[in-house]
């Protein structure tokens, strides 16, 4: 019974060292809503083509599938990080973003500030309203066209 | 700006011609050629503590995080279309020495891994493993075109248009 119990408290203390471990490399995180679409963040940050709307779509949909970061251009020009999706940590190539590429969204979550970069935890998608950013007709179809 | 874009897109292909396993420019405005040691992290764990096992197994962004605690987005490797996930996993929580271009513009700062070597006595080797384990899913097809013929890109794309809104086609010419 004694040595149960020591393994118990060592196993605990195991337990809250790691916790603590996990804790310390935590940063804080902001509650934030974010309006805004969703691109592929590659040809977004390094502007190598036009990469917005309509005329990106295609491009958005082989690099999320090819499981480059996707982010949220919000209305406020800032660009943010997807990591998690209500509660879905899997972000790499995951069908269920590269579905919803280039699409208009309002997002409720927890945004963590890191070295320059905005990275979203989105805990509840509160709107889509699929792809609205018509921009084919001036841009074609980046890169290679048809 | 078509010289850039296609340096950029295809970046692989011209390094794949290089002898030295080192950073190539690519042409992006704000590259700057880096090879530094870091630990290998999954961004989400780093910053929230939820932290499964083998960083998520492939389906969490990876990044890289220096002795100064520094956390660096890895956002592509030398594949087309493709991210630095698949290169990063086999040293999940090691340290390696990544060699790229650092890239930071006014929206934000990112990583293009273009080679890598376990430390502390490991190989140099090229991050071109997104590539290689697609041609080996796809019955050793080269990757080279690998958006044109992804079962899951034309799933996508049958579904709802290169435009992304279903019925939506391009004019004809």
Redesign the interface.
């Known amino acids: 019974m004694k040595r149960a119990s020591f393994f118990h408290a060592l196993a605990l203390a195991i337990g809250l060292s790691v ?1 603590a471990t ?2 310390s ?3 804080p ?1 902001k509650r934030v809503q974010v309006t805004g679409e969703i691109i592929d ?2 040809c ?6 036009y990469a917005e709307g ?1 005329a990106h ?3 958005a ?3 999320a ?5 996707v982010s949220i251009l919000g209305s406020d020009g800032k ?1 943010y ?1 997807i ?2 999706v209500e509660g879905d ?7 269920k973003i ?2 919803i ?3 208009k969204v309002s997002v409720d979550g ?1 945004l ?1 500030e ?6 979203l ?1 989105v805990s509840q998608v509160a709107d889509d309203k ?2 609205v950013n ?1 921009t ?1 007709e001036e841009y074609g ?1 980046q ?1 290679f066209g ?1 | 700006m078509k010289r850039t874009l296609f340096t950029a897109l295809l970046g692989a292909g011209l390094i794949a011609g290089a002898a030295a396993m080192a950073a190539e420019e690519w042409g992006i405005d704000g590259e700057k050629k880096a090879r530094f040691k870091a630990k290998v992290v999954d961004i989400a764990c780093e910053l929230t503590g939820d932290c499964p096992a083998n960083c998520g197994a492939g389906k969490r962004q990876l990044g890289l995080l220096t002795g100064e605690g520094k956390l660096i987005l890895v956002a592509k490797n030398q594949d087309i279309f493709a991210g630095g996930v698949e290169d990063l996993l086999p040293f999940c929580g090691k340290e390696i020495t990544a060699d790229g271009l650092m890239i930071t513009t006014p929206h934000m700062p990112l990583f293009a891994l273009q080679f890598k070597k376990p430390e502390p006595d490991g190989k140099w080797s090229r991050a071109n493993w997104w590539g290689k384990n697609w041609s080996k899913a796809n019955g050793g097809k080269k990757s080279g075109q690998w958006f044109k013929s992804d079962a899951r890109v034309l799933k996508e794309l049958k579904a709802r248009g290169v435009f992304g809104i279903p019925g939506l086609k391009p004019p004809k010419e």
């Open positions: 916790t996990a804790a490399a935590a940063a995180a963040t590659w977004y940050v390094t502007e190598i083509m309509t779509h295609q491009c949909v082989w690099c599938v090819g499981g480059i970061p660009v990080v990591l998690k940590a899997d972000t790499v190539a995951n069908p590269v579905k590429q280039t699409h927890d963590y890191r070295d320059g970069v905005n990275y935890i699929g792809v018509l084919h179809i890169p048809k």
